[in-house]
């Protein structure tokens, strides 16, 4: 009897023990601005020379963009598509000498990362930043081809300043990469290389986007002359 007994337990199946659910905390809105401003605090962003020196940059960028908008000799059959496509150029160089001091995506950077640790999916938080990276890639490239579509027939007049568009392109591409630590080694040797990368294409960007409106300042010139 007592035989069939531990017989019987032992061939028993046990019950595995079911994981407890842990209950959501509510969101507090004081702990998540109290996370945020312990990541994130409104100061300059790079109090440096090189910081300010890309600052200025972009900022003469916005204004000689303004400038090539409104005395700039465009095609009379591709006015309206040029005139889109400069003031896009200047609004965007505007909000990046903004942003370079204030440094937005730090903000941005520290917002998602104590959303996810209120919400409960900071161990997941890998899947949403790749498929941030993902959007990012999808709206580059996307944005190049629209932006490619609306100046057809007349690249070739604007190809400096596209080229400044697509060096600013990759260099958000690679420093999103590079701080959700997405498809960039950890080697230390690749770490200084990317910060180089990063660095040579935000400054290339607004020096392109300058001698583009250079250029076309000086096809006004002449017809100011005469």
């Known amino acids: 009897m007592l035989l069939t007994q531990v017989y019987c337990g032992y061939m028993r199946p046990r019950r595995l023990k079911q994981p407890q659910n842990r209950p959501r905390m509510a969101f507090s809105y004081a702990t998540f601005s109290a996370c945020v401003s312990d990541r994130w605090q409104l100061a300059i962003g790079d109090p440096n020379i090189a910081g300010w020196a890309i600052c200025a940059a972009y900022a003469l960028a916005a204004i000689l963009a303004i400038i090539v908008l409104r005395v700039a000799p465009f095609d009379p059959a591709h006015r309206s598509r040029e005139r889109i496509l400069w003031a896009l150029i200047a609004c965007l160089m505007a909000a990046l000498a903004l942003n370079k001091q204030l440094d937005l995506q730090s903000l941005m950077v520290a ?116």
Not at 209 to 219: E, H, K, M, P, V
């Open 111 to 226: 917002v998602g990362r104590c959303l996810a640790q209120e919400q409960g999916w900071y161990e997941n938080r890998r899947l949403v930043q790749r498929g941030f990276i993902f959007a990012l890639i999808a709206l580059a490239v996307l944005g190049g081809a629209a932006i490619i579509w609306l100046l057809r027939g007349i690249v070739r007049h604007n190809l400096m300043a596209l080229l400044g568009l697509a060096a600013f392109a990759g260099f958000v591409l690679i420093r999103a990469g590079h701080l959700f630590h997405i498809f960039v080694p950890e080697q230390l040797v690749a770490d200084i290389l990317l910060h180089h990368l990063t660095t040579l294409l935000e400054a290339m960007s607004p020096i392109l986007i300058i001698a583009a409106t250079w250029g076309r300042l000086r096809q006004a010139r002449p017809q100011a002359v005469t």
